[in-house]
């Protein structure tokens, strides 16, 4: 078992450890069945294909989970895109700005995403991106300034919006989305502009 705990709360890695498996399949169980719209962004999800995807239990069950994830065919080498797939289970949702406040109760920045920043430290990478679709930034901008609330890590707002699934056409409406950095190294942000620069949206 591959477990550390935070305020009491058990926060276990599913891409190397599998002691929380079950509840993981259960958790999927409850978005498919839920009326959640982005259901089918968790459908089939494993993750044994990230190289970080911890995720918190509470009350014997899995309260949220996040993804870390390298794809050299989309963005490069060196770059990894973290807190992807992100789930928090209903009972523990917050809506409108309330959300960014910042604290223990969030628990994705508080417990998941420090575990993947560190991860992809160890690993090597010289930069890793969050994203978000829509065709407005300022719940992103919010979401951001959590992460320094709760990580004290800084994410850089790039001017424009990416294709984040690389060099395809036509580009889906999914893949147009505004990217934050954060290097790793200090060779990271250069490292992003030569890997994802051509991938810049003009729209």
Same mark, same amino acid.
């Given at each position: 078992m591959l477990e550390t705990h935070f305020a009491n709360l058990p926060v276990t890695d599913l891409a190397v450890d599998d002691t929380y498996m079950e509840l993981f399949y259960d958790a999927l169980v409850r978005i498919a069945r839920s009326k959640d719209p982005l259901?089918?962004?968790y459908i089939d999800l494993n993750p044994?294909?990230?190289f970080s995807f911890p995720a918190v239990i509470r009350d014997a069950?899995?309260?949220c989970f996040s993804g870390a994830i390298e794809l050299p065919d989309r963005w490069g080498q060196g770059i990894a895109r973290v807190s992807t797939r992100m789930w928090i289970d209903y009972p523990y949702r917050f809506t409108g700005l309330v =959300?960014?406040?910042g604290g223990g109760q969030f628990m994705n920045t508080t417990y998941c995403l420090p575990l993947q920043i560190q991860k992809a430290k160890d690993?090597?990478?010289q930069c890793i991106f969050i994203s978000r679709e829509g065709r407005s930034n300022i719940g992103f901008k919010e979401y951001i300034n959590?992460?320094?609330t709760n990580c004290d890590v800084e994410? =850089?707002?790039m001017p424009q919006r990416f294709n984040t699934c690389g060099q395809i056409e036509p580009i889906p409406e999914s893949c147009k989305q505004f990217v934050a950095i954060h290097p790793l190294t200090p060779g990271g942000e250069l490292i992003w502009n030569t890997e994802?620069?051509?991938c810049a949206l003009t729209e």
């Open positions: 259901k089918k962004n044994k294909e990230y069950k899995i309260a =959300k960014f406040r690993l090597g990478f959590l992460i320094k994410f =850089k707002l994802m620069g051509s």
